[in-house]
């Protein structure tokens, strides 16, 4: 049995212009025009809805983690388009993390593990 592979997310709020420019300008600069953020081959889909509030209410509940090679080039990156930290780099057992939020106030983290030999 074939295990299907997930290929994008829909991201609703109620500001689809300022989030679209933040996701740009935070992680994905070559991103030109409207329509889906490709980051890395999923897709990220930023859509006007009528139906969430202005802020998300549980901002833990699902966490959008980003699985990085050079930590300390997309934490600068991060920090040049000025994110809001909500756990800074953090070295634990399996690699190093760090949590930040969007306008809307949802979760997301940067980790780059560690290579074992």
Known sequence: M???K???ILLGTTQP???RDWYRK???PDHKGEGAIDLGGFLLVIDQRDDVGSKTSEPARMI???HVDNFDEIEERLLSAGVEWIAPAEDRAAGRFATFA???GNYLQ???FKQHP
């Open 6 to 8: 997930p290929g994008s």
């Open 26 to 28: 935070a992680l994905a």
């Open 64 to 66: 959008l983690d980003f």
């Open 17 to 19: 212009a300022v989030l």
């Open 2 to 4: 074939t295990t299907p």
């Open 102 to 104: 969007d306008p809307d």
């Open 110 to 112: 940067i980790i780059q």
